[in-house]
């Protein structure tokens, strides 16, 4: 940046260097500030423009005094509000919903992490130049030390294809042109892509599944490989994350190696992970441990006598085979993730009694915007059939009770609910007047894959019933599986 200006204080005179139209980074920054807008207005992401300004205000706060102390400049900070841009971005907070904009829920972790992938900056260099990408090593460290419970990372899945995804599609390949073929950048970007795609690919036709919370079911095969691959938060990390220039080689080919190492060491640490969250956050470790070993390869080729003389044939066919065979090794404890639902004993419907569900004792069922944002149309047409089994389910279960019959029951009730029987919370029909499809997603686990329920008001003996009633498949039949009271989950 040209000093264009300075300013004197205590009689010594100190460079102003203000940001430049030309600036790389600037683009870069319209681009990821765009997103940002995007995610606001259109997308429902749970993040608050509070807690981006945090991350914002963090690594300026850090970067501006550093730079002065070292330099002697008054710099505008704009690699440091890319970095906090870029956690921003990413990390989400459990708790912090839709709207609230100005909620400062876990500011204290976002300030934290953003704090540390600036410093990481500072301190953790090799030759002059910082090791490993800033915003990349802070989130990995925040994911891995507080894990699921507290934090999250950004959804690999955004939403349905809609006007507003192709928006911020268009938005990601204008920045990528403008920004990574001005810096040469682009053939590692597709190096990686082209690795990672194909490692993915590996992983789906061995039977790979991870459980999301946007899926009602485990994320598998062909939909995993479309899902991951073609994520926007994967195309942000390959276009504007792994090329940093600070952070990768500075030759054509070697740039292609780093892109395609990082997009196998990603590929490799994804490979045995159940769950989104795994998976994101082994995506993002993928670049922390190539750019912690680029510095040891480098000294170790340095002091070799003579580099080793083999051909790029001859390497890719060490490579590629030890490849594969780590993808599908390392992928075996992901075949396990599509085992979700409470198991139904065999022959359990079989026994299931013919009741007769009076069209009165059925209200006109709606469908949550969450459901039909995950699902799409498919669950307006599957909204009556769950209304009336779950209150069929109900009468079977009064019935099954009354007997003390829990092969009956077990026609009905699957789960906690089966294994509580025949304990209940009334034996009297409920008049529901009012019911609602909806997702219900487990407190303690915000990556568990979301069930169906239903959110039913009405009376029971002249008392209000106000619950979510958990419904799970079996055979085209929904059993009921669980209910608590309305807002407790």
Not at 174 to 203: C, N
Not at 272 to 288: D, H, R, S
Request: charged residues 15%; contains cysteine; negative net charge.
């Amino acid at each position: 940046m040209p000093a264009a200006r300075s300013v004197r204080i205590r009689g010594t005179s100190y460079p102003v260097r203000l940001p430049s139209i030309r600036d790389p980074r600037l683009h870069l920054a319209a681009t990821i500030t765009s997103i940002q807008v995007m995610g606001q207005a259109f997308l429902g992401w749970e993040l608050s423009i509070a807690q981006i300004l945090v991350c914002l205000g963090t690594c300026a706060l850090i970067e501006v005094p550093m730079v002065f102390w070292e330099r002697k400049e008054i710099v505008w900070p704009a690699s440091a509000l890319l970095t906090g841009n870029g956690v921003a971005l990413v990390l989400r907070v459990n708790g912090t919903e839709h709207g609230h904009w100005w909620s400062m829920n876990g500011w204290y972790i976002f300030a934290a992490t953003a704090g540390l992938a600036l410093l990481s900056k500072h301190v953790l260099r090799f030759r002059g130049r910082p090791v490993v990408n800033p915003s990349n090593l802070g989130l990995v460290a925040c994911f891995l030390l507080l894990g699921t419970t507290v934090v999250n990372p950004l959804d690999f899945w955004w939403g349905p294809m809609s006007v507003e995804m192709v928006v911020v599609y268009l938005i990601l390949a204008t920045g990528a042109l403008t920004v990574t073929r001005r810096l040469g950048l682009l053939p590692m970007s597709l190096a990686f892509w082209g690795v990672f795609a194909t490692s993915l690919a590996v992983l789906s036709l061995s039977g790979h599944c991870i459980s999301a919370r946007w899926s009602v079911t485990p994320v598998c095969g062909a939909d995993f490989w479309w899902i991951v691959a073609t994520s926007p938060e994967v195309v942000i990390f390959m276009l504007f994350m792994i090329t940093d220039p600070m952070t990768s080689p500075t030759e054509r080919r070697p740039r292609i190696v780093f892109g395609a190492a990082v997009g196998l060491a990603s590929a490799l640490l994804l490979a045995p992970m159940q769950t989104e969250y795994g998976a994101k956050v082994a995506v993002l470790a993928g670049l922390v441990a190539v750019c912690a070993l680029r510095p040891v390869l480098t000294l170790a080729t340095e002091r070799l006598d003579r580099p080793l003389a083999l051909s790029a044939p001859v390497r890719l066919a060490a490579v590629v085979p030890v490849a594969l065979a780590a993808l599908v090794v390392a992928g075996m404890p992901a075949r396990t993730a599509a085992s979700t639902g409470p198991a139904v004993a065999s022959g359990a419907l079989a026994e299931r009694p013919d009741v007769d569900v009076p069209d009165s004792a059925v209200p006109d069922v709606t469908v949550s915007d969450d459901v039909t944002t995950v699902v799409g149309d498919a669950a307006t047409s599957q909204a009556d059939a769950m209304a009336h089994d779950l209150v069929a389910a109900l009468m079977i279960e009064a019935d099954a009770r009354a007997a003390g019959d829990s092969e009956m029951a077990a026609s009905a009730i699957a789960g906690q609910r089966l294994e509580d029987f025949p304990a209940a919370s009334g034996d009297e029909p409920i008049d529901f007047a009012t019911m609602e499809v909806v997702l219900v997603r487990d407190p303690e686990d915000p990556q568990a894959v979301p069930r169906f329920g239903i959110h039913a008001t009405g009376t029971r003996g002249g008392t209000p019933v106000d619950s979510i009633y958990v419904l799970e498949a079996a055979g085209g039949t929904w059993l009921l599986t669980g209910e608590h009271a309305s807002g407790e989950a």
